[in-house]
C-alpha cells in the first residue's frame, strides 16, 4: 500500500516499576486541562446564540436577527466583532505557546501549568463580570494565554511521567477530556439558557471555565517536576529519586540511564532547534507537523464545534431546539472518542485516518447537499424546515463528528507527537500547536463571513478539503502503530517518496551511538 511500508519489528525495553497512583493523578491533572480547552471551544457558540448576551455586546448582530424574515440565512450572524469573540482566543493561545516552549524547557513543566491556570482563571472571571465588550475580548484573551500553556505543557508533562507502555492510551484521553469538555459546555449553555434568566445565563456560562480552571492551577502547586525535565536542568539527584517516586521502584537505573543518553544526544545538537527543523533531513517530520493539524482544522469540525448553536438557529430552529442539538453533537462526540482510545493501537492509526476520512466526506457532502436544497443560493426558503429536514441534517452532522472524532481528532495530536526525534521535539510540537491555533483562529474568523459569500458551498469545499488530506494520508503517512518512539525516523527510509530526503543521512545512527559512547554506561 503506498505510504504504508511498515516493516521493521523492534525489540520493546522492559523497565522496572508500574502504572502508581501518583503517575495516575498526573492523568487527572491532564484530564482538567483538556476539559479547560474543550470547555471554551464548546461554550461560545452557545453563549453567542443567547438573546440577553447579543443584545448588550453586540446589538447590531441582535436587531439583524430580528429582521430575519428579509435577510439571507447565510449572512444573519455575519459581524467581524462577534467573529472576534471567538477567535481572539487561538490567537492568543498561538502566541502564547511560543512563549510557553520556553518557560517549560528553562523553568519545569509545572510552571507552565500554574502559569496556564492561573491566567486563564483571570480570563474566566473577567468574562463573568463583563459589562462592556472590551471586557469579553480582553478576558478571552487572557483564556487563550491560559489555553497555550496547558496544551503546550500539559500532554509533554503526562507523556514524561507515563511509563512508556500506556502513554498512547493517555494520550488519547487527553482528546476525551476535550470533547468531554466541550459537551459539559454544551450542557451548561443548554440549562443555563432555559433556566437562568437575563444576563446571568451566560455570565454563569462563561464564568463556569473557572472551575476546571481552578482545579488545574490548585494540582500545579501539588505535583512535581518530571525527571525528563530535572535532567534537563541537571538536577540529577533530584530526577533519579523523582523517578523512583513515580515508578514506585527502587531500581531504575535502565529507565533514568535511557533518560540521560536521551538528553545528551539532545544536548549534543548544535544551532537552534528552530533551525535545525528546516533541515533537509527533517523534511518529512516538518511537512507532516504542519499539515497533519492545517488539514484537522481543515475538516470544518470547529465550524460545528463554535457555531452548532448558530447554525441550527440560522437553519430556522428554535433556540433550544439549537442549544439541544449542541448537546446531541457533543454527546456523540465523546461516545466516539471511545472507539480511538481502545482502536488506535489496534488497527493502526492509517486505517482510521482512511475508515474516518471517507465517512466525513460522505457527510460533510452530504450537508452541502441537504442546505443548497432547502435554501438554495439565495438563502430564503420559501418553507420553513421541517422537523424531518432537520433531523436528516442534525444525524448527518452527527456522522460527520463522530468519523472526525475517532479519526482526525486524537491522530492530529497523536501522530505528529510520535514522528520527532528527540532533538527536534520540542520545537516540532510547537509547530503542531501554533499550526492548530493558527488555522482554529482563521476557521472561526472567517466562517460566519464564508458561510454568506459561499454558501452552502462553503460545506462542499470542507467535503472537497477531506478528500485531499485523505490521499495525502494513503501516499504520505507511514503507520507508527506499534513503533517506539524513538525509532520512528527509520520510517522514512522505507517510504516511496520520504526516502529520498533521509536515505544518505546517518547522522542520527552516528549521534545516538556518540552519545552513548560518550556518556560511558551503555553499550551498543
Ligand atoms: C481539535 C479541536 C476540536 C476538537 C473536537 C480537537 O482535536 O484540535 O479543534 O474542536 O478536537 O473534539
Not at 493523578?25 to 438573546?51: K, Q
Not at 490567537?91 to 505557546?97: D, E, F, H, P, R
Not at 503542531?432 to 458551498?457: D, E, I
Request: charged share 15%; proline share 3%.
Amino acid at each position: 500500500m503506498a505510504g504504508g511500508g511498515l516493516s521493521s519489528s523492534v525489540s520493546k525495553k522492559e523497565y522496572n516499576g508500574n502504572l502508581t497512583c501518583y503517575v495516575l493523578l498526573t492523568c487527572l491533572v491532564t484530564g482538567f486541562g483538556g476539559i479547560m480547552f474543550g470547555y471554551d471551544i464548546g461554550i461560545s457558540g452557545g453563549v453567542t446564540s443567547m438573546p440577553a448576551f447579543l443584545e448588550k455586546f453586540f446589538p447590531s448582530v441582535y436587531h439583524q436577527e430580528e429582521m430575519v424574515q428579509s435577510n439571507s440565512q447565510y449572512c444573519k450572524f455575519n459581524s467581524q466583532s462577534l467573529t472576534m469573540f471567538t477567535s481572539s482566543l487561538y490567537l492568543a493561545a498561538l502566541v502564547a505557546s511560543f512563549v510557553a516552549a520556553r518557560v517549560t524547557k528553562s523553568l519545569g513543566r509545572r510552571w507552565s501549568m500554574l502559569l496556564g491556570g492561573t491566567i486563564f482563571l483571570c480570563g474566566a472571571l473577567l468574562n463573568a463580570a463583563a459589562i462592556h465588550v472590551s471586557m469579553l475580548i480582553l478576558g478571552r484573551v487572557l483564556l487563550g494565554i491560559g489555553v497555550g500553556f496547558s496544551i503546550q505543557s500539559i500532554p509533554l508533562y503526562v507523556s514524561e511521567m507515563a511509563p512508556y507502555k500506556h502513554r498512547g492510551a493517555l494520550n488519547s484521553i487527553f482528546q476525551l477530556s476535550i470533547t468531554i469538555g466541550i459537551l459539559i459546555a454544551n450542557l451548561v449553555n443548554f440549562f443555563s439558557s432555559k433556566y437562568i434568566k437575563g444576563d446571568n445565563a451566560w455570565r454563569v456560562s462563561l464564568g463556569g471555565a473557572a472551575v476546571p480552571a481552578l482545579i488545574i492551577t490548585l494540582s500545579g502547586f501539588f505535583v512535581c517536576e518530571t525527571p525528563n525535565s530535572l535532567i534537563e536542568r541537571e538536577e540529577y539527584a533530584k530526577a533519579r529519586q523523582q523517578l523512583r517516586r513515580i515508578r514506585g521502584v527502587y531500581d531504575v537505573d535502565a529507565e533514568f540511564d535511557d533518560l540521560m543518553a536521551a538528553s545528551l544526544v539532545s544536548k549534543s545538537m548544535t544551532g537552534s532547534p528552530w533551525a535545525s527543523l528546516l533541515k533537509r533531513k527533517y523534511r518529512p517530520q516538518l511537512v507532516l507537523a504542519v499539515l497533519i493539524p492545517m488539514f484537522q482544522q481543515l475538516t470544518g469540525i470547529n465550524v460545528v464545534m463554535f457555531y452548532a448553536p448558530e447554525l441550527f438557529s440560522s437553519l430556522g430552529s428554535g433556540q433550544n431546539v439549537a442549544l439541544m442539538s449542541a448537546v446531541v453533537t457533543g454527546i456523540v462526540n465523546v461516545a466516539s472518542t471511545f472507539i480511538a482510545v481502545f482502536g488506535l493501537d489496534k488497527f493502526g492509526r492509517r486505517r482510521l485516518f482512511q475508515v474516518g476520512g471517507i465517512i466525513m466526506l460522505i457527510f460533510q457532502a452530504s450537508v452541502a447537499g441537504l442546505i443548497g436544497a432547502k435554501f438554495g443560493w439565495t438563502g430564503v426558503s420559501e418553507t420553513p424546515m421541517t422537523k424531518l429536514y432537520s433531523i436528516i441534517l442534525l444525524t448527518c452532522i452527527c456522522c460527520f463528528v463522530s468519523a472526525f472524532a475517532f479519526s482526525w481528532a486524537p491522530l492530529g495530536w497523536l501522530v505528529p507527537s510520535e514522528i520527532f526525534p528527540l532533538e527536534i521535539r520540542s520545537s516540532g510540537q510547537a509547530v503542531v500547536a501554533a499550526v492548530n491555533m493558527l488555522l482554529t483562529f482563521a476557521v472561526a474568523q472567517a466562517f460566519l463571513t464564508s458561510l454568506c459569500h459561499l454558501k452552502y458551498g462553503l460545506f462542499a469545499m470542507f467535503a472537497v478539503i477531506v478528500l485531499v488530506m485523505t490521499l495525502f494520508v494513503q501516499f504520505f503517512v507511514p503507520e507508527t502503530k506499534d513503533i517506539p518512539i524513538e525509532e520512528t525516523w527509520k520510517l522514512w527510509r522505507k517510504h516511496w517518496y520520504w526516502k529520498k530526503f533521509v536515505q544518505e543521512d546517518h547522522h542520527h545512527d552516528h549521534d545516538h551511538h556518540r552519545a552513548v559512547d560518550h556518556f560511558g554506561r551503555f553499550p551498543n
